[in-house]
C-alpha cells in the first residue's frame, strides 16, 4: 500500500469523500456503495481506515451509507488516497447517495422485478447525463423492488417500485408519501425515472424548489407528470403500503441475520467484527442496519458481546439521534446520552417503529418526519415535542433530562398529550 499523499485523480464525483464536511470531531468522509453492498474486505479495509485517520468511528446513514468521523485536516490526504487504493473512491461514482436500492436485491425471491439491475443502471446513467448536473446534491432516487422489505418510509425525490413485474414511478408528494405518476416495462423504468429528474431540473426555478416535494407542492404532480412526458390522467395500480422497521430485520431471519448499532454508530472494530460474519458480501440498508445474507444465528452472540444490537426487542431501536455534542458544533445538548438513558421510555410507546427522535437542535437533521416524541437541544435544555419534528412548537421548553422523564412517563400513562 503506498503511503505518500496524492492528488485523487477522479473524473466523476464524490462530493463528501473528497469535499468532506467539518463536523465537531474533524472532517466526516462519507462513502457511498451502489445499492448498499459492501465486502467483508472493503469492511475490514474502511475499519482500518478509520481507525488509522479517523477516531475510529463509523456512521450508518439513512441512505445506507457509511460515513468515517474525526478525521483531520492533515490525516485526509492520505486516507483519500488509501480510499483510492482500495477502491473505495470509484472514478465513476455518482452522487454520494443518489440512488437507494432494495437491501436483499437479488437474495429475494418475491422481489418483482430486478432492483439491482436498476440501481446499477440508473447510475450509470446518472454518472453520463449532464443534463443533470443541476440537481441538488440531496436529490435522491429510490429503488424498490417489491420484495420482503417495503421501502415507504425511506424518504426520496423518485421512486421506481416494482409491482406485478413492472416500474411505477412515483414523485416525493410531501409528509413522506409519493404519488404514482405512469407505470412502465422495467427496461425504460430508468428513462421515466430521469425523465422526472430533467422535468425537476426544467421547473424547479418557477417554484423556487429545493427538493421534488417542494416542486410537487407547488405546481402539483400532474404538471410534473406532463412535463416528463406522461399522460397526467392515466389511472396508476393502488400500490400496497410496505413498511420495513428495523425491529423487522435484526436478528436471525430467512436468509441472513440483522444487525444494528446504537444509534447507528459502529467502532472500526465492530465492523471487522461484523466482517468476520460475512459469508458474502455485506447489506447496507436505510434503518441504520447491516444485513449479513447467508450468515446464521451463531454469528449474534459475539455480536451481542461487541455491544451490537442482535434482537428486534432492544428498547434503542426506537430512537433516532443526531451526532449531537461534542461531534457537531451545532449541537446543544449530548444526544447519544439522552438516548441511552431515555431508549427504555421510548419503547414504551410502541412496540415497533421509531418513537423518538433525539435532537442536538432544531435543525433535526436525524428525521426530517414527525415522530411521536422529539426532543431538541436549546441552550443546553431539551424542548419536547409532541408529533412532530424538530422545528416544530414545543409542548414544553427548557427541560433537564429528569423533568424529560416525569414529563414522558406522565405522557405513556395517559397518553394525554399524544
Ligand atoms: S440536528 Fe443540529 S446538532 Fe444535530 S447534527 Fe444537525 S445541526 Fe448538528
Redesign the pocket.
Known amino acids: 500500500m503506498n503511503m505518500a499523499p496524492r492528488p485523487p485523480a477522479i473524473k466523476g464525483w464524490c462530493p463528501t469523500a473528497l469535499r468532506p464536511m467539518e463536523t465537531g470531531d474533524g472532517c466526516l468522509v462519507r462513502l457511498h456503495f451502489t445499492g448498499g453492498e459492501v465486502t467483508a474486505e472493503q469492511c475490514r479495509a474502511i475499519g482500518h481506515l478509520a481507525r488509522t485517520f479517523g477516531n475510529g468511528l463509523i456512521d450508518l446513514s439513512q441512505r445506507g451509507n457509511l460515513q468515517l468521523r474525526g478525521v483531520s485536516a492533515e490525516t485526509l490526504p492520505a486516507l483519500t488516497a488509501h480510499l483510492y487504493d482500495f477502491g473505495l473512491l470509484d472514478a465513476d461514482m455518482p452522487g454520494a447517495a443518489a440512488v437507494i436500492g432494495s437491501p436483499l436485491a437479488r437474495l429475494d425471491a418475491t422481489a418483482s422485478v430486478d432492483g439491482k439491475a436498476l440501481v446499477h443502471g440508473l447510475e450509470a446513467r446518472l454518472a453520463a447525463a449532464s443534463d443533470l448536473n443541476a440537481l441538488p446534491d440531496k436529490f435522491c432516487f429510490l429503488v424498490d423492488e417489491g420484495g420482503r422489505l417495503g421501502l415507504d418510509n425511506v424518504a426520496a425525490d423518485v421512486r421506481l417500485i416494482g409491482f406485478n413485474g413492472r416500474v411505477v414511478l412515483a414523485v416525493a408528494n410531501g409528509a413522506g408519501a409519493s404519488t404514482p405518476v405512469t407505470s412502465t416495462d422495467p427496461s425504460s423504468a430508468i428513462d421515466a425515472a430521469l425523465a422526472l429528474a430533467l422535468a425537476f431540473v426544467k421547473l424547479r426555478g418557477t417554484a423556487s424548489a429545493r427538493r421534488m416535494v417542494d416542486l410537487v407542492q407547488a405546481i402539483g404532480t400532474m404538471e410534473v407528470a406532463r412535463a416528463a412526458g406522461f399522460a397526467p390522467d392515466v389511472p396508476m395500480p393502488p400500490l400496497p403500503h410496505r413498511i420495513t422497521e428495523a425491529q423487522d430485520i435484526i436478528g436471525p431471519r430467512e436468509g441472513f441475520i440483522g444487525i444494528a448499532a446504537a444509534f447507528g454508530r459502529v467502532h472500526a472494530d465492530q465492523l471487522d467484527l461484523l466482517a468476520s460474519l460475512a459469508p458474502n458480501d455485506l447489506r447496507l440498508t436505510p434503518w441504520r442496519a447491516i444485513l449479513l445474507p447467508g450468515s446464521g444465528p451463531e454469528g449474534l452472540e459475539p455480536c451481542a458481546r461487541a455491544g451490537l444490537i442482535v434482537s428486534p426487542d432492544d428498547a434503542r431501536l426506537s430512537i433516532v439521534a ?3 455534542q461534542p461531534a ?1 458544533t ?2 446543544q445538548i449530548d ?1 447519544r446520552r439522552a438516548a441511552e438513558a431515555l431508549a427504555p421510555l421510548a419503547r414504551a410507546f410502541a412496540p415497533k417503529g421509531i418513537t423518538m427522535h433525539i ?3 432544531s ?4 428525521s426530517a418526519r414527525p415522530t411521536p416524541i422529539t426532543l431538541a ?1 436549546r441552550d443546553g435544555a431539551y424542548d419536547l415535542i409532541f408529533n412532530g419534528r ?1 422545528d416544530a412548537e414545543p409542548a414544553l421548553r427548557g427541560l433537564d433530562l429528569a423533568q424529560v422523564r416525569a414529563a414522558l412517563g406522565a405522557a405513556q400513562a395517559g397518553k394525554a398529550s399524544l
Do not use: M
Open positions: 443526531c451526532p449531537g457537531c451545532a449541537a444526544t435532537s442536538g437542535c435543525k433535526g437533521c436525524a437541544g424538530a
